[in-house]
C-alpha cells in the first residue's frame, strides 16, 4: 500500500463512499457564500488563499484510482500563483473573477460540478458589484467544496485561517493570534481513527452489532421522497439554476428568543428544527399532492448530518469528520404537540449517548472490508432520504475566534465587511429539500438547497414559509 510518504492517502471508507455517490446530475458539493459590504483586494486574496492551502492540504488535492475500485488523495507539490484577470490559479485552485450583482443566482462559474481526477476539491468565485463609478460596493465570495474532502466544520476552519491571511497581508495582527494552535497536516494518516482509542473503536464496533438489525432496516426500508421524481433526461445533469437557493435572515432579536429559549429548556435547537421540519413535511404535501410524490405508505426520512471532532482532533486540516444520523417518522405520527417532540428529543440524546453517528462510517468500513469496495450498496436504495437538516451552528464567534470587528460583530477583512453567510449541503436523487442553519455575528439564517428539477421556486418557498411558521408555533408547545 502505497501511504502518505508518496503524498497518496488512500480515501477513509466514508471519503470513498461520498465519492461514489457523486454524479454529474447530483454531484457531492457543498456551498458556502459569503457577502461582503466593498470590495476584495484580488492579490490578497490569492496569496491568502496559497498560505492556507498549505495548511489545509487536501483543498488542493487530486482524486487517484490506487488499486481497483479504490481511490486515494494524491498532493500535488506546491505550485504558487498564477494570476489571471478572469481566473486565477493558486495551487491549483481555480478563483474565478466576475462583475455583476451580488446576492441573487450563484454565478455560473459554480455551476458545473467539481472533476476530482482533473481539479481539486475546492473552487472560489468572487462576484463583484460595482457603483456609477466603478467602485466595489459588494462583493460575494462563493467556495465550492467536494463532500468527500471536507465538511461544513473543516471548511469553517480553512476559512479562519484565509481570514487571518488576509488580514495579515493588510497590516492587521491581533495578540490572542500568537495562541492560535496550527492545524497539524501531519494527523491526516490518522483520520479515519477520528480521534478514537481501540478500547472506544471497540465500544462503537458493539454498538454496532447490538444495532445491526436496524442498521438492516434502514438500508432496505422504503422512504417517502417530497416532491415527484425528475424526468430521467433532467437529472443527468445538474439544472440550469443550480444550486437553487433560499435563503433568509433572521433578525438578531429573533435569533436571541431562539438561543435564549433553548437555553432554558431540555429541548435543543435541533429537536426543534426537527420538529417543525417534519411538520413542513406533511403540510407541503398535503397542500400540494400535484406535486408530492405518489404514494403516502412510507415514512419520511430526515438526515442529520452529525460533527464527529472532539477537542483532541483540534487542530485537524479540513477534512471530512462528518457522519449522519437518520430519523423516520410515519405521516400519521407526525403532531404538533409536546409528545411528539419528546420522541424526537430521546432520540437525538440517543445518538449523543450511544455514539451512534458512528454507525453509518462504521457501516461502509464493514462493506467495504467485506465486499471489496463500496459500490455495491449504492444500488440498495432508489431514496436515502427525504430531506436533510443541517445544523452548522454558531461560526466566527467572539469567543471562538478573534478578529476585527464591526459594532454589530461582524468580520472586518480590511475595508470589507462580513455582512451575511449561506451555507448550503448538497442533495440527492429524490431528497428534493436541505436546509442549513447557520448562526453568525448573532443573526441565525436558513438557507433552503432545492432540487429545482422536482419542484418550483414558489413550492420550495412555500416549504420553506411553513418551516419558519412551525418554528414559532412550536415555542409555546415546547415551554408549555
Known sequence: MRMEKDNIYPMAAFEEYMYLDSSAGYPMDCYFRLCFRGGLKHSVVEVALEEALQHHPFLRARCVEWKKDRFAWQIPERQGVISGKAVSYVSGVAIHWVSGPCRGAYPEEAHFP????KEPPLRMVVVEEKDENGEVIRSDLVTKVHHAA??????VRFLEDFFRNYASRQGIFLEAWKEV???NAGLLSKRSRYGKTVWEWCKIWGTTLIRLRRCLVFVFRKILPLAKRPSSEAVQSVAADYPAMIH????????????EFCGSQKYTMNDLLLHASYLALKAWRQEHPEAAWEGKECPFRIAVPTNLRHSGVANYPAVNQVSMVFLDR???????SKTFLERIHREMLDVKRLNLGFLLVAGTILVRSVMGNLRTI?????????MVLTNVGRIWDERSFAFPRTQE???LLGDAVLEEVESAPPIRPLTAVAICVTTYANEMAWTLHYDSRSMSRELAEDFLDKFQNYMQTLLPIAGG
Open 114 to 117: 467539481l472533476d476530482l481526477e
Open 150 to 155: 471536507v465538511d461544513a466544520i473543516g471548511s
Open 181 to 183: 494552535v496550527p492545524v
Open 409 to 411: 460583530g461582524k468580520l
Open 330 to 336: 410515519k405521516i400519521s405520527e407526525i403532531q404538533a
Open 378 to 386: 449504492l444500488g440498495f436504495s432508489e431514496c436515502w432520504t427525504s
Open 248 to 259: 433568509r435572515q433572521l433578525s438578531r432579536e429573533e435569533t436571541r428568543k431562539w438561543l
